[in-house]
């Protein structure tokens, strides 16, 4: 046994085998050294794809209804602690969600105007709500104002967007609550005339708008000249699909084709060609035995989990990509077309704690 606490390349297939990120943080509390161990980059990468990030479970957020409700999917033991302090009872239901990453959500007012965006960490809520204080020189008369987290970092990404017929013109904010960067601005001209950007997603420091029949907007907004791009969907998709990306893997659009899902990849190049592949396609079997349609209400910040609504049963399906798994819910929804559910993952990579120096015990 000493011979392999004493040996770093035997002890990290300690924790390697541990299972829950938290059991890492654990880890790390008892020296120095294995906290060195388990926050090292290289054993981190190994642990995340033997232990991809659980799925604690998934905020159902109704444009229908004043409400939004958590609903809790990890049965595992370990986890339970942080799934019962998920649940939305700390926040005002005058707010919704506008995004989710990494076990914090920003919420904005239901009604424009009337109120203010906050930032939520259900893991954590003795923290509270974090006020969001917006550019002063915002353009509030713009017709899409989104909210995002930046994919890469802690930092916040504003986007005003206005469209007049093949004309689109965005204007992105960077930064933190108290402390954003100069405005960056795009303009550019569309195949067609569009009359507003459904949603909005950051892939890899690039903001992809949703518009009007089936185009996709693109921005690089930390190139040193920023422009707009289009990229046109596949022939076969329609307009109900969603954006999502995996782990250096580029942009995905997952999207219903009768009772099948599809999925495709559109590598990202310096171009912004319209190079789709179709990676993946299968029956929806809850939604084939009912024969009934679905929609794509949801997709997990990893790509890996989709979460469908059915129309006629109103009732809420999630896929696992990898293994096809699905699993139902009891929920029901109430206006299928104007939900949209954000799935709460454990959060990744942990946050280690910083020792002290009467706590480095080396054995």
């Not at 949703?210 to 190139?223: E, I, Q, W």
């Not at 250096?248 to 559109?266: A, C, E, Q, Y």
Request: hydrophobic share 40%.
């Amino acid at each position: 046994m000493a011979a392999v606490i004493g040996d770093d390349d035997q002890l990290r297939e300690i924790p390697l085998r541990l299972g829950f990120p938290t059991f890492l943080i654990h880890a790390a509390l008892v020296s120095k050294r294995w906290l060195r161990v388990a926050a090292d980059t290289v054993f981190l990468r190994r642990f995340r794809d033997r232990h991809p990030p659980h799925v604690l479970g998934f905020y159902v957020n109704d444009c229908s209804t004043s409400r939004t409700v958590f609903v809790s999917v990890s049965e595992a033991r370990e986890l339970r602690y942080a799934v019962n302090r998920a649940g939305f009872y700390h926040c005002n239901q005058s707010v919704r969600i506008a995004d989710s990453q990494n076990g914090r959500l920003l919420l904005k007012p239901r009604s424009f105007g009337c109120g203010d965006y906050t930032m939520f960490s259900p893991l954590c809520p003795a923290r509270g709500l974090l006020p969001i204080r917006l550019p002063p020189e915002l353009d509030y008369s713009s017709q899409c104002l989104y909210l995002l987290f930046r994919d890469n970092d802690d930092n916040l990404v504003l986007v005003s967007v206005r469209l007049s017929g093949r004309k689109l013109s965005a204007r992105v904010h960077v930064g933190q609550s108290d402390a954003w960067g100069e405005a960056i601005l795009a303009e550019g001209e569309l195949p067609v005339p569009l009359n507003f950007a459904h949603s909005m997603m950051i892939v890899n420091d690039k903001l992809y708008f949703v518009l009007d029949n089936c185009y996709v907007c693109g921005l690089d907004f930390v190139a040193p000249h920023p422009q707009l791009f289009v990229v046109k969907v596949p022939d076969k998709v329609g307009a109900d699909f969603k954006l999502s990306h995996g782990d250096d893997s580029g942009l995905f659009l997952i999207h219903r084709d009768g009772f099948h899902l599809s999925v495709w990849n559109h590598q990202m190049d310096d171009n912004g060609e319209d190079r789709w592949e179709l990676v993946d396609r299968f029956v929806v079997r809850a939604a084939h035995d009912r024969h009934e349609r679905f929609r794509v209400c949801g997709v997990s910040e990893d790509g890996r989990f989709v979460f469908l609504c059915l129309w006629t049963s109103r009732a809420i399906i999630s896929v696992d990509l990898r293994s096809r798994k699905e699993t139902a819910y009891e929920i029901k929804v109430q206006s299928i077309y104007f939900t949209t559910i954000f799935p709460l993952l454990t959060i990744w990579p942990p946050n280690f704690p910083t020792l002290n120096e009467e706590d480095d015990h080396d054995e």
